[in-house]
């Protein structure tokens, strides 16, 4: 089977490039910017040259407050790139996988976010992957969407890695204690792609339609870097004072969902993919970056 990765120098596109797929799988990554979603033509020339069977979207516009002034380029990357993806596949019978995010709801919700529930968007961010969302559904039944959160990886920038250097730095660190949700690695994200992907490539199908998956359980930013600063003091001696603070005490330019923990047994039960809890992935992901961390 032939897979094409669009965005393959992301967390999520790198960690696909290095997925353990079923032998004889033949994988294309394109990396920004060689591939550039905006550049009029690139998606459609992509996927003529390739002829996949199966195309997986690992490109975002991923910068949740440098959207709130970026609103073109985000509604570009997150709205009309995974629409033209889709479109390029529907015209050619391609399955497209897509992953998108729990900021398309506006965390009110008393309770976990099912697939069902009204989805609600505080910011561009969260309103360019909804739009992205429909984008995709109206251009192809044969989709997967998967709705993501607190994405990490030993590569690339994140929150982890953030609070592993900071934490080493600092004596003090105040971290958001009122907004909840679920770190996941980008490698499990990997992985259950490529469950789903075996399965599309073995029955010619599979369940079509958008799903939640995260990493197992629910914590805060500052459970998250709690976590974090327990496996660094270990590793280096070093831990950082942590406090928690409110959302009000630490203003960013766009709004985040004080809840966006998903619910994601549809996505267990209909396509047989999840992913460990999340103190497990972490762990692993924390052992690679002190052990033998990937490059840039
Ligand atoms: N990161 C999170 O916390 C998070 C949370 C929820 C959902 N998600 C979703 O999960 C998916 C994977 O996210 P991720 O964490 O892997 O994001 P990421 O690390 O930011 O990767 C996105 C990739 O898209 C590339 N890109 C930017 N502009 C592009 C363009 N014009 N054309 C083509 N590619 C472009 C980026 O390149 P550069 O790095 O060079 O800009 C990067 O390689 C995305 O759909 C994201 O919305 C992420």
Redesign the pocket.
């Known amino acids: 089977m032939k897979i094409l990765v ?8 790198f960690e696909l490039m290095r997925a353990a797929w079923a032998p004889g799988t033949e994988l294309v990554g394109l ?3 060689a ?5 009029p033509g ?1 998606v459609e020339a992509a996927v003529a040259a390739h002829a996949p069977a199966l195309l997986v ?7 949740v407050d440098k959207a709130e002034s970026e609103v073109d380029l985000s509604f ?3 709205r009309d ?1 995974p629409g033209a993806m889709a479109a390029a596949c529907a015209s050619r019978g391609i399955p497209f996988i ?6 398309v709801f506006d965390g009110t919700k008393d309770g976990i976010y099912t697939e069902d529930d009204p989805i609600n968007p505080i910011g561009v961010y969260g309103a360019s ?1 909804a739009a992205g969302e429909a984008a995709v559904r109206t251009a192809t039944p044969r989709h997967v969407i998967l ?7 030993a590569y ?3 929150f982890v890695k953030t609070m592993l250097r900071l934490g080493q730095e600092r004596e003090e660190m105040r971290v958001v204690a009122d907004q909840h949700g679920s770190p ?1 690695a ?1 490698a499990d ?1 990997a992985a259950a792609i490529v469950q789903i992907a075996a399965a599309i490539e073995t029955t010619g199908s599979t369940a079509w339609g958008t799903y939640h998956l995260t990493g197992s359980g629910y914590t805060t930013w500052h459970g998250f870097a709690e976590q974090i600063f327990r496996r660094l003091e270990e590793r280096t001696g070093k831990r950082p004072r942590l406090s928690a603070i409110g959302t009000a005490d630490y203003p960013t330019p766009a709004r985040r969902p004080a809840n966006s923990r998903l619910d994601c047994s549809r996505a267990r039960e209909r396509l047989g993919v999840s992913c460990p809890p999340w103190q497990d992935s972490l762990d692993r992901v924390i052992d690679e970056l002190f052990t033998n961390p990937p490059q840039a």
């Not at 591939?35 to 550049?39: K, P």
């Not at 979207?57 to 910068?63: L, R």
């Not at 897509?98 to 900021?103: A, F, K, L, N, Q």
């Open positions: 669009l965005g393959a120098n992301g967390q999520l596109g990396p920004y910017p591939f550039d979603v905006t550049r690139d979207n690992a490109t975002a516009h991923t910068a570009a990357i997150n790139g897509h992953v998108s995010t729990d900021y992957k709705r993501t959160s607190w994405v990490y990886s690339g920038n994140n996941t980008a994200l």
